[in-house]
Every structure is written in structure tokens, then in C-alpha cells.
């Protein structure tokens, strides 16, 4: 062999060793995010909206005091309504959340798979159906032919059913006209719509704000339970983590129940509403988690068929399908 030849042999060599090299360090950087995302998966995802207990827990902090004796972190996510929220947790960016009673039918219906946790007690006042304070309707039976703006799936479509169910009005004869509540604000104080139907703290702020006037809340209609939800999948793995967070919750139901003060203090400071608006919708919670019982989701049955037998929703559904075998969720 010439030298010639050797040195473009030695000169491969190296360049294989350098390219087999790199390789291994793309290699490496391509594995980094994946030992990331591993290590980032002992973390509670946690989706809440602007109301109820886990916006005071968050706003409590003891929930992430608990959770780091497990090497568990706490991510925070704030959506707008439950419906959404549980699109969060179906497609899987959150791992817990609460909602009222329409979203998890929405989302049985829809193929979710997400599992009832746990509830707290009736809460009827923390929604209502309102219209604007100069409005001329009076009566619920005023509502035919009105436009209704509302959430669609949310806990208050159930109750703008059972309202005109109440009125002798059929809900083909009214016209909903559906909006995330931001918007819905928007198309009432422009005149937009007749009446809408809210829940707390919007409720209270358009009480408080516009001087929305109430036609009729949830009481003697509905029972308005707020519901918390978790993936099946991490039901299943975190029978344990789930406990805990029921138990911070019951805590800290115990404790808002008895401070009133400090609840408006601390969800003023989550909300970024006026403390006279939280106090108002703080008012009217129902404090007391439980595990949910074969009563409750009868209820929750209720509300399926209702919607079910208007089309709202694709298919009919049994609710109980979303439940855990009572051994995953028994608490100590």
C-alpha cells in the first residue's frame, strides 16, 4: 500500500469516527426530550375555571404541599367552561378537573374516556337564567321565540331545559344561541340576545355589573352539581394521588365554609374579579365533597335522557359506564 493510500484511509477512518460520533450525540439529543417528558410525568394536571372549590384550593396552595411528599408536581390550566375543559382531558393535557353536570354527558356521549371522582353537594343558586334589567320578560313562558345565549353542553344547558320544561315551552321554540361566556356578556349588554343562561362568578358579575336581573336560577329545577372528573388512564395508575386530592379538597371545603372573608380574598386574587362580585357567587357554593353515589348518578341518568331525547347529544349513554370499580377509588 502507498503512503498515498494511507493517508486516504486514515483520512475515512477519521471521518467515519467523527460522523459515527455526531450520530451518537443526535442520537442522545433526539432521547433528551424523551427522558424530559418521562420525568415530567409525575406531575398532577390540573384543569379548573373561575369558580368552586379547586380555584380556592389552588388559591390555598396546600394541595402542592401535600403532593411534593410524593415527588409529585401540581400544573394549573384555567379554562373557560367544562366542556372544553373535558375536551383537556380527553385528548390528554389534563389529567383532573371539575365541571358541572351537562359536560360529562357531552363528553361520554362523544367517546371521552374519563371517570367520575367525586362531587360536591347541590349548589341550584350558582346559576340562573338572566335578562337584561329594562328587559319586558318576566316569566319563564316569556321566553318563546327569544334568543337565549348559553354554553352549549354546560351545566346551564340542562337548566334552560328544564326551565322551559317547567314554562310549557319547547325548546325548538326558542332560538339558543351558543357562546363561550366572555362573548355570551358580550351579545347580552349589546342587545344581541334576550336572556342568558350563566352560572357563577358570571352570574354575579352581571348582577353586580350590568344589573342583569334574574328570571330564574336552578332552584326547584335542577340540583346543579359540580362534579370532578379524572382520565380513566390516570385513575387507574393514580388511585392514591386522586385520594389525596380529595382529601385537600375536603379540607379545604371545611375551612372556606367557615372563613367566608378569606374565600373572598383569595378568589378575588385568582379571578381578578372585584371582591363584592366573588363574595356574591362564594355565597351560594355548597361545600362538602363526597364519592359519588348510586343517587347522584341517577341523577346524572336524568340529565343523559333529557338530552338524549332532544338529539342533543350523538347517542344515548349509561352513566354509570364512567365509573371506577369501587376498589380503584375507596378511600382510606
Given at each position: 500500500?502507498?503512503?498515498?493510500?494511507?493517508?486516504?484511509?486514515?483520512?475515512?477512518?477519521?471521518?467515519?469516527?467523527?460522523?459515527?460520533?455526531?450520530?451518537?450525540?443526535?442520537?442522545?439529543?433526539?432521547?433528551?426530550?424523551?427522558?424530559?417528558?418521562?420525568?415530567?410525568?409525575?406531575?398532577?394536571?390540573?384543569?379548573?375555571?373561575?369558580?368552586?372549590?379547586?380555584?380556592?384550593?389552588?388559591?390555598?396552595?396546600?394541595?402542592?404541599?401535600?403532593?411534593?411528599?410524593?415527588?409529585?408536581?401540581?400544573?394549573?390550566?384555567?379554562?373557560?367552561?367544562?366542556?372544553?375543559?373535558?375536551?383537556?382531558l380527553n385528548v390528554g393535557s389534563i389529567d383532573f378537573g371539575t365541571v358541572g353536570e351537562a359536560p360529562p354527558i357531552f363528553a361520554q356521549a362523544a367517546g371521552a374516556n374519563l371517570v367520575y371522582v367525586g362531587n360536591e353537594p347541590p349548589s341550584p343558586a350558582s346559576e340562573a337564567i338572566v335578562v337584561p334589567k329594562g328587559s319586558s320578560l318576566r316569566t319563564l313562558a316569556d321566553l318563546k321565540g327569544?334568543?337565549?345565549?348559553?354554553?352549549?353542553?354546560?351545566?346551564?344547558?340542562?337548566?334552560?331545559?328544564?326551565?322551559?320544561?317547567?314554562?310549557?315551552?319547547?325548546?325548538?321554540?326558542?332560538?339558543?344561541?351558543?357562546?363561550?361566556?366572555?362573548?355570551?356578556?358580550?351579545?347580552?349588554?349589546?342587545?344581541?340576545?334576550?336572556?342568558?343562561?350563566?352560572?357563577?362568578?358570571?352570574?354575579?358579575?352581571?348582577?353586580?355589573?350590568?344589573?342583569?336581573?334574574?328570571?330564574?336560577?336552578?332552584?326547584?329545577?335542577?340540583?346543579?352539581?359540580?362534579?370532578?372528573?379524572?382520565?380513566?388512564?390516570?385513575?387507574?395508575?393514580?388511585?392514591?394521588?386522586?385520594?389525596?386530592?380529595?382529601?385537600?379538597?375536603?379540607?379545604?371545603?371545611?375551612?372556606?365554609?367557615?372563613?367566608?372573608?378569606?374565600?373572598?380574598?383569595?378568589?378575588?386574587?385568582?379571578?381578578?374579579?372585584?371582591?363584592?362580585?366573588?363574595?356574591?357567587?362564594?355565597?351560594?357554593?355548597?361545600?362538602?365533597?363526597?364519592?359519588?353515589?348510586?343517587?347522584?348518578?341517577?341523577?346524572?341518568?336524568?340529565?343523559?335522557?333529557?338530552?338524549?331525547?332532544?338529539?342533543?347529544?350523538?347517542?344515548?349513554?349509561?352513566?354509570?359506564?364512567?365509573?371506577?370499580?369501587?376498589?380503584?377509588?375507596?378511600?382510606?
Amino acid at each position: 500500500m502507498t503512503d498515498h493510500q494511507e493517508k486516504r484511509l486514515s483520512r475515512r477512518a477519521t471521518v467515519g469516527l467523527l460522523f459515527a460520533t455526531f450520530a451518537g450525540l443526535g442520537v442522545m439529543a433526539a432521547g433528551m426530550p424523551t427522558m424530559v417528558h418521562a420525568q415530567a410525568q409525575a406531575e398532577l394536571r390540573i384543569g379548573y375555571q373561575k369558580y368552586g372549590t379547586l380555584t380556592l384550593l389552588k388559591g390555598r396552595g396546600t394541595l402542592e404541599k401535600r403532593l411534593a411528599e410524593q415527588g409529585v408536581g401540581v400544573k394549573w390550566t384555567e379554562f373557560p367552561a367544562g366542556p372544553v375543559l373535558l375536551e383537556g382531558l380527553n385528548v390528554g393535557s389534563i389529567d383532573f378537573g371539575t365541571v358541572g353536570e351537562a359536560p360529562p354527558i357531552f363528553a361520554q356521549a362523544a367517546g371521552a374516556n374519563l371517570v367520575y371522582v367525586g362531587n360536591e353537594p347541590p349548589s341550584p343558586a350558582s346559576e340562573a337564567i338572566v335578562v337584561p334589567k329594562g328587559s319586558s320578560l318576566r316569566t319563564l313562558a316569556d321566553l318563546k321565540g327569544k334568543k337565549i345565549a348559553l354554553n352549549k353542553g354546560s351545566n346551564v344547558h340542562y337548566l334552560l331545559l328544564k326551565a322551559l320544561e317547567k314554562a310549557g315551552v319547547a325548546y325548538a321554540d326558542i332560538q339558543p344561541v351558543f357562546l363561550p361566556p366572555a362573548d355570551a356578556r358580550a351579545a347580552f349588554e349589546r342587545g344581541s340576545v334576550d336572556a342568558w343562561a350563566i352560572w357563577d362568578p358570571f352570574l354575579a358579575a352581571a348582577e353586580k355589573q350590568i344589573g342583569a336581573r334574574v328570571l330564574a336560577d336552578g332552584k326547584g329545577l335542577v340540583a346543579n352539581y359540580q362534579f370532578y372528573l379524572a382520565s380513566r388512564t390516570y385513575a387507574e395508575k393514580n388511585p392514591e394521588i386522586l385520594r389525596i386530592v380529595q382529601d385537600e379538597v375536603a379540607k379545604v371545603d371545611d375551612w372556606g365554609r367557615n372563613h367566608p372573608d378569606e374565600v373572598a380574598t383569595i378568589l378575588s386574587a385568582q379571578t381578578g374579579l372585584s371582591r363584592d362580585v366573588v363574595a356574591l357567587a362564594a355565597s351560594r357554593y355548597a361545600y362538602g365533597v363526597k364519592p359519588v353515589s348510586t343517587d347522584v348518578i341517577a341523577a346524572q341518568q336524568k340529565v343523559a335522557d333529557a338530552f338524549s331525547s332532544l338529539k342533543l347529544i350523538p347517542k344515548p349513554i349509561v352513566v354509570k359506564d364512567a365509573l371506577l370499580p369501587v376498589k380503584q377509588v375507596a378511600t382510606k
